[in-house]
């Protein structure tokens, strides 16, 4: 008679006590389980799986779209008529929920390792849910205001793309643990078969992927073309009131080899710096004139404008977040600017030995300059005392009247049409223009300027691709950027590129073997039909391990192996404690 020792220890497993009662509220152990999720639960999973791809994109699109922050939020001043930073609750509401939706899924992903049954909680339920929406909503708010923004993320990809394959790869090849585990060691079906396909397909798309890429930095270091000079947009506007003098001395003191400026006329004839409409957003207006506040302004005369503060608003409503590093005496001194005439701005310009590049507002069809704002600029041109092969402006329109004077189109033209039109300066936004496309301006001779540049990853892929020059909110910041970020041959990143497709197919593949071997072993050893209890029993059996596998109870046999053969059967009754043992195969 074989003696037998029963005894049930439950133990604490403080990690899957954690996992499963943050996810699921489920603290105890008598409520968590290892059976089959319900498909409920799966739907709940493929939704937080979808809140997460959606707020990874959202989550990228802002960190490139922070090139253009300034702009969205004036797009946003022009539809509200009042100017705050609406990129900060932005910003804020993305990393909570982008934080709170990957933990949830990490969670969800160990989950599955332990094989425990998914099951979220209602409150998590109602966050994800929430979550999403509030994305949703965002991205169509963003379709509908600032809907051209979508193709930084085609010029952010020029720059981005190596790396987003890399660790994609690396992603994939991380969760093949996971989608071994759940193909392999059950029963085969339809799902677990679609699962494998679509794990399989989307590897081999990854490892093909660099086929696609269009990189101008995957390049020969000897190919590159000098540095791109840096125009000074409305100055250097990140670290004082732009288009004011103060803002124009402080882009060029940044290196700036050229001041970009926006040119209204006065109502007199006078041609002052402003890019708004209205003069409410960067000067006092409303306190000066408060029943004027709304007016257009070009509808002010000279003496008018220039009673006007133009430096307080950037102090009191900081939009590059820069006024902090301020000293005392910066301060004081943009307090008091005021509105900047075209004629100053050109006479520090050529006191610099710089050039200019001058966007012109035309007056509205009932202002009283409307036919002689040509004539008016070219005279404040001429009273600076600037060289008129220094200047350029747009639009290009009366080319005819001026000889000497530069004009510039920002039409995105075919070089057929450049060439009918003699133009041979190019104003570009950097979403405009593809990189073959610049290419072939360069090739013909006509150049380009784009803009806005403001970030270190977009000057280097302007600067790889040749572009002479850029526009630049941030000459202080490209200042600091002596070379291309990164650089590399294109044999280099076939290396690269090839070496880790291989590396992650070697270790998916060891990845499956391995979570395929004990089913191989107990296949060979004539169990065709098997459970993970079998399994288990039979691991205690050959062994005299006291551990037991997750959430099970713990069985502690002595002299086991006294007598025990392999066809001997093992009865377990956990209600009354007994176990009985008897020969004929294995029975419960």
């Known amino acids: 008679m074989v003696k037998h020792q029963p005894l049930q220890v439950y133990e604490k497993q403080v990690f899957v006590s954690f996992v499963t009662g943050i996810y699921g509220c489920r603290w105890k152990r008598y409520q968590r389980s290892q059976d089959e999720s319900s498909r409920w639960e799966c739907t709940w999973f493929v939704i937080l799986c979808s809140s997460f791809l959606l707020l990874l994109f959202w989550t990228y699109f802002?960190?490139?779209?922070?090139?253009?922050?300034?702009?969205?939020?004036w797009l946003v001043y022009n539809r509200s008529g009042e100017w705050r930073d609406e990129t900060i609750p932005i910003l804020a509401s993305t990393t909570v929920g982008f934080s709170y939706i990957t933990f949830l899924l990490i969670l969800a992903l160990f989950h599955i390792s332990l094989g425990q049954q998914l099951n979220l909680y209602w409150v998590h339920k109602i966050g994800v849910l929430a979550t999403l929406l509030t994305t949703i909503s965002g991205v169509i708010f963003v379709d509908d205001l600032w809907g051209d923004e979508w193709d930084i993320l085609l010029a952010s990809l020029q720059y981005t793309a190596p790396f987003l394959h890399l660790g994609a790869l690396v992603t994939v090849t991380a969760i093949s643990w996971l989608v071994a585990g759940y193909v392999v060691r059950r029963e085969r079906s339809n799902i677990q078969v679609m699962v494998l396909f679509i794990y399989i397909v989307v590897l081999l798309g990854l490892c093909l992927a660099p086929l696609t890429f269009t990189c101008p930095c995957i390049m020969d270091r000897h190919s590159l073309k000098p540095r791109p000079s840096i125009i000074g947009r409305r100055g250097a506007p990140m670290l004082a009131p732009e288009n004011t003098a103060v803002s124009f001395n402080r882009a060029l003191q940044h290196g700036a080899s050229s001041l970009e400026a926006d040119v209204t006329?006065?109502?007199?004839?006078v041609p002052f710096l402003m890019r708004d409409h209205t003069l409410r957003r960067t000067t006092d207006v409303t306190k000066v004139f408060p029943a004027r506040q709304y007016e257009d302004a070009s509808f002010f005369n000279w003496t008018e404008i220039r009673s006007?503060?133009?430096g307080q608003w950037f102090l009191?409503?900081?939009p590059y977040w820069t006024v902090a590093s301020l000293t005392a005496k910066e301060r004081s001194r943009i307090g008091n600017q005021t509105v900047c005439s075209l004629v100053e701005m050109l006479r520090l310009a050529a006191r610099a030995n710089s050039s200019a590049l001058l966007n012109i507002h035309k007056p509205p069809p009932e202002h009283p300059r409307y036919r002689s704002w040509f004539m008016d600029t070219l005279r404040a041109v001429q009273k600076a005392g600037i060289p008129l092969k220094r200047v350029t402006w747009t639009p290009d329109t009366d080319r005819g009247r001026v000889r000497g004077l530069h004009q510039a189109t920002s039409e995105k033209l075919s070089v057929e049409a450049i060439r009918q039109r003699g133009i041979t300066s190019l104003t570009l936004h950097y979403s405009k223009a593809s990189h073959k496309e610049l290419q072939e301006y360069l090739a013909n001779n006509v150049s380009v300027t784009v803009y806005p540049v403001n970030e270190p990853w977009l000057y280097s892929i302007l600067w790889c691709s040749g572009v002479p020059?850029?526009?630049?909110?941030?000459?202080?910041?490209?200042r600091k950027v002596p070379y291309p970020i990164w650089l590399m041959s294109q044999s280099a990143y076939n290396f690269i590129w090839m070496t880790s497709d291989l590396v992650s197919l070697a270790i998916v593949i060891g990845v499956f073997f391995f979570q395929n071997y004990h089913m191989i072993r107990w296949r060979m050893s004539g169990m065709q039909n098997y459970n993970p209890e079998h399994i288990m029993l039979s691991a205690v059996a050959r062994r005299s391990s006291r551990d037991v596998n997750i959430m099970?109870?713990?069985?502690?046999?002595?002299?086991?192996?006294?007598?025990?053969?392999?066809?001997?059967?093992?009865?377990?009754?956990?209600?009354?404690?007994?176990?009985?043992y008897s020969h004929g195969g294995l029975s419960r």
């Open 316 to 318: 009191e409503s900081d």
């Open 552 to 580: 099970k109870e713990k069985l502690i046999f002595s002299e086991l192996n006294n007598g025990l053969s392999s066809t001997e059967e093992l009865s377990l009754y956990p209600e009354n404690g007994y176990v009985r």
């Open 265 to 269: 006329i006065s109502v007199d004839g």
């Open 308 to 310: 006007l503060n133009a």
């Open 469 to 478: 020059s850029v526009s630049s909110d941030a000459p202080h910041v490209l």
């Open 62 to 73: 802002w960190l490139m779209a922070r090139n253009d922050f300034n702009d969205f939020n």
